[in-house]
């Protein structure tokens, strides 16, 4: 294979669009409780939703999926969605608007270049809500390469950090939420082996809550 010059610097995943059984169901969790806004809705096929009015960071469609189950065990495809938050304190906001929907943890971690929560959408693919350090905090070997980790998240710690802010309307929230409904587990339980060898599984999965707040380290 040719060896061609890297990539531009400033190249990045603009969007990831996802197939979902239920849209509805999708928004409630996307927009519901994350936070994103709605920009476009192509009936009961497809929406396409951003952060901070962009055309759109997440497309999510029933073309090929409606009615449909996540892939088993032992299948290839998205491990995870990575949304990464600007500050700390927006991490910690995003935190507290899953506690607040009873929305388990798989597992939350600090990977010294970054603090990381792990969870499902209601399709069960992954979602990663993430803030990165500041660059001059990364952790290096001694030959001056990147040496990232996987350490336990203090949530407690984190929560602390949470900043108030500006909450939308109760009529706009009240028309994204109007037909969340819970979603059943998937059946199986899906591990990962992370880099000292301990066995992290997504199941059972951590209830967290303002009280009492507990979490898995998970690979980024």
Same mark, same amino acid.
């Given at each position: 294979?040719?060896?061609?010059?890297?990539?531009?610097?400033?190249?990045?995943?603009?969007?990831?669009?996802?197939?979902?059984?239920?849209?509805?169901?999708?928004?409630?969790?996307?927009?519901?409780?994350?936070?994103?806004?709605?920009?476009?809705?192509?009936?009961?096929?497809?929406?396409?939703?951003?952060?901070?009015?962009?055309?759109?960071?997440?497309?999510?469609?029933?073309?090929?999926?409606?009615?449909?189950?996540?892939?088993?065990?032992?299948?290839?495809?998205?491990?995870?969605?990575?949304?990464?938050?600007?500050?700390?304190?927006?991490?910690?906001?995003?935190?507290?608007?899953?506690?607040?929907?009873?929305?388990?943890?798989?597992?939350?971690?600090?990977?010294?270049?970054?603090?990381?929560?792990?969870?499902?959408?209601?399709?069960?693919?992954?979602? &990663?809500?993430?803030?990165? %350090? =500041?660059?001059?905090?990364?952790?290096? $070997?001694?030959?001056? @390469?990147? #040496? !990232?980790?996987?350490?336990?998240?203090?949530?407690?710690?984190?929560?602390?950090?949470?900043?108030?802010?500006?909450?939308?309307?109760?009529?706009?929230?009240?028309?994204?939420?109007?037909?969340?409904?819970?979603?059943?587990?998937?059946?199986?339980?899906?591990?990962?082996?992370?880099?000292?060898? &301990?066995?992290?599984?997504? %199941? =059972?999965?951590?209830?967290?809550?303002? $009280?009492?707040?507990? @979490?898995? #380290? !998970?690979?980024?």
């Amino acid at each position: 294979m040719p060896q061609n010059p890297p990539i531009i610097a400033g190249t990045r995943i603009g969007h990831v669009h996802l197939k979902v059984a239920d849209l509805d169901r999708a928004l409630g969790f996307y927009c519901g409780v994350l936070g994103f806004e709605l920009m476009q809705r192509m009936g009961s096929g497809a929406a396409f939703i951003s952060a901070g009015g962009y055309h759109h960071h997440i497309g999510l469609n029933t073309w090929e999926s409606k009615g449909g189950h996540p892939p088993p065990p032992g299948t290839t495809g998205l491990f995870h969605t990575a949304i990464l938050y600007p500050t700390r304190p927006a991490l910690a906001d995003a935190l507290y608007r899953v506690i607040e929907a009873g929305i388990e943890l798989d597992g939350a971690s600090d990977h010294g270049v970054s603090e990381a929560l792990y969870l499902r959408d209601p399709d069960e693919n992954g979602v &990663e809500l993430y803030r990165d %350090r =500041p660059k001059e905090e990364w952790p290096r $070997a001694p030959d001056g @390469s990147l #040496a !990232m980790f996987t350490k336990r998240l203090d949530l407690e710690d984190l929560l602390r950090q949470r900043e108030s802010v500006t909450p939308r309307s109760a009529e706009a929230r009240s028309a994204v939420c109007e037909s969340m409904r819970p979603w059943p587990d998937a059946p199986g339980l899906r591990c990962a082996r992370a880099p000292q060898d &301990e066995v992290l599984c997504a %199941r =059972p999965r951590i209830m967290i809550s303002t $009280a009492a707040v507990s @979490s898995t #380290a !998970m690979q980024p």
